[in-house]
């Protein structure tokens, strides 16, 4: 009996050791330890406006006033250069599903679209703190094409952000008409 007690510890400990031996040692860094060069390049003003019930404290809207930066900033990359992995962490699980199902893989870089200003009016404020609905009513793009003048324009969405992790992510945008918009902009005045 004890020798077959020692034959089994045996034979485990020497399966677990030709196993760990092949086990891969992953080089990529946490999320949280990474730098995120492509948000650190991106600057714009962002105006914030409150029409919520449940109103955020100020840490919370510096927060969101970061990431939400940090969001435009990879969703222009993804514009100019259809790379879905480099902005993964700043969207939901089901939108990068979205995104991905007409991924073609990484494109020449052609257009390049900058984001200067936004008007974000958070309309519902979850109690907890994890859920934002926000109408961005006045977006100003810049667009460089190669060989032509730069452009402007302005354009008009509704979005809504989840709290996961250690940031805001996007869950659903829908860009709205101007005609509401406007009426978004007259109960501002």
């Not at 060069?37 to 914030?48: G, K, P, S, W």
């Not at 257009?111 to 961005?136: F, K, M, Q, S, Y």
Request: glycine content about 4%.
């Amino acid at each position: 009996m004890r020798i077959l007690f020692i034959l089994l510890i045996s034979l485990v400990a020497g399966f677990l050791f030709l196993n760990s031996s092949q086990l891969l040692v992953s080089q990529e860094k946490p999320a949280f330890l990474r730098t995120d060069a492509i948000a650190a390049a991106h600057h714009t003003e962002i105006d914030i406006r409150v029409k919520s019930v449940c109103r955020p404290v100020e840490a919370q809207l510096d927060l969101l006033k970061a990431d939400y930066s940090a969001l435009w900033a990879h969703l222009n990359h993804l514009y100019a250069t259809n790379d879905v992995e480099a902005g993964k962490e700043y969207y939901t699980r089901n939108w990068f599903n979205t995104i991905c199902k007409n991924y073609k893989g990484i494109q020449k870089q052609l257009v390049a679209r900058t984001d200067t200003r936004h008007e974000l009016n958070i309309i519902n404020w979850d109690r907890d703190g994890l859920v934002c609905t926000a109408i961005d009513s006045n977006i100003v793009f810049n667009y460089q094409y190669p060989g032509m003048p730069d452009s402007s324009a302005t354009q008009h969405m509704a979005m809504v952000l989840l709290y996961q992790g250690d940031h805001w992510r996007i869950d659903a945008m829908r860009i709205l008409p101007q005609t509401f918009a406007n009426s978004i902009k007259q109960q501002n005045q």
